[in-house]
T-cell receptor, first 115, second 111 residues
Framework: NAGVTQTPKFRVLKTGQSMTLLCAQD?????MYWYRQDPGMGLRLIHY???????AKGEVPDGYNVSRLKKQNFLLGLESAAPSQTSVYFC??????????????FGEGSRLTVL | SQQGEEDPQALSIQEGENATMNCSYK?????LQWYRQNSGRGLVHLIL?????REKHSGRLRVTLDTSKKSSSLLITASRAADTASYFC???????????FGTGTRLTVIP
């Protein structure tokens, strides 16, 4: 089992460029999440999805868009990258709503640098 | 911020010693989870404790929860060099639909 797979693992963008991060899970989980991790800030939720075709805003959604067209995939898009979006991005999935009784399964992270 | 706070931010101990890290949070919770993150890797779930539980064990891990003080502690007994990692608490807050992560404790176990 691959679990949660994120691509790409590393990316360097120039300010104003756009890109998409892909998250794929093979555990048939309903819930998927995108977090960003910055030094001293812990993980902060960007967007999440409670099922195929649904998305919702998290704590820090501005500047990002997401789509969940297939249950196994959750895409995170940056429309116009800014240096403040330099971060490590983590995708996670869970069978139940996070915390209800289930754990989150995380990908290995995607390190994005915006110049 | 709805994030929890871990204390200490960094901890360095000798192999074989016990490591204790603490987490404080601000709102009522359904449960609290602890995760581990090795350098450059994703987070891995360690243990979950529900709001009606006071203590839970898993192998060398012992977690306590005091909802009256809004705090939790993670104890790792007989630490090993392989325990070197960052440890995060995450709270499932009442009425929310996601976990709120703390800022983490960086544990270094010296062989």
């Amino acid at each position: 089992n691959a679990g949660v797979t994120q691509t790409p693992k590393f990316r360097v963008l120039k300010t104003g460029q756009s890109m998409t991060l892909l998250c794929a899970q093979d555990m048939n989980h309903e819930y998927m999440y995108w977090y960003r991790q910055d030094p001293g800030m812990g993980l902060r939720l960007i967007h999440y999805s409670v099922g195929e075709g649904t998305t919702a805003k998290g704590e820090v959604p501005d500047g990002y868009n997401v789509s969940r067209l297939k249950k196994q995939n959750f895409l995170l898009g940056l429309e116009s990258a800014a240096p403040s979006q330099t971060s490590v991005y983590f995708c996670a999935s869970s069978y139940w709503a996070s915390g209800s009784s289930g754990e989150l399964f995380f990908g290995e992270g995607s390190r994005l640098t915006v110049l | 911020s709805q994030q929890g706070e871990e204390d200490p931010q960094a901890l360095s101990i000798q192999e074989g010693e016990n490591a204790t890290m603490n987490c404080s949070y601000k709102t009522s919770i359904n449960n609290l989870q602890w995760y581990r993150q090795n350098s450059g890797r994703g987070l891995v779930h360690l243990i979950l404790i529900r709001s009606n539980e006071r203590e839970k064990h898993s192998g060398r891990l012992r977690v306590t929860l005091d909802t009256s003080k809004k705090s939790s502690s993670l104890l790792i007994t007989a630490s090993r060099a392989a325990d070197t990692a960052s440890y995060f608490c995450a709270t499932d807050q009442t009425g929310a639909n996601n976990l709120f992560f703390g800022t983490g404790t960086r544990l270094t176990v010296i062989p």
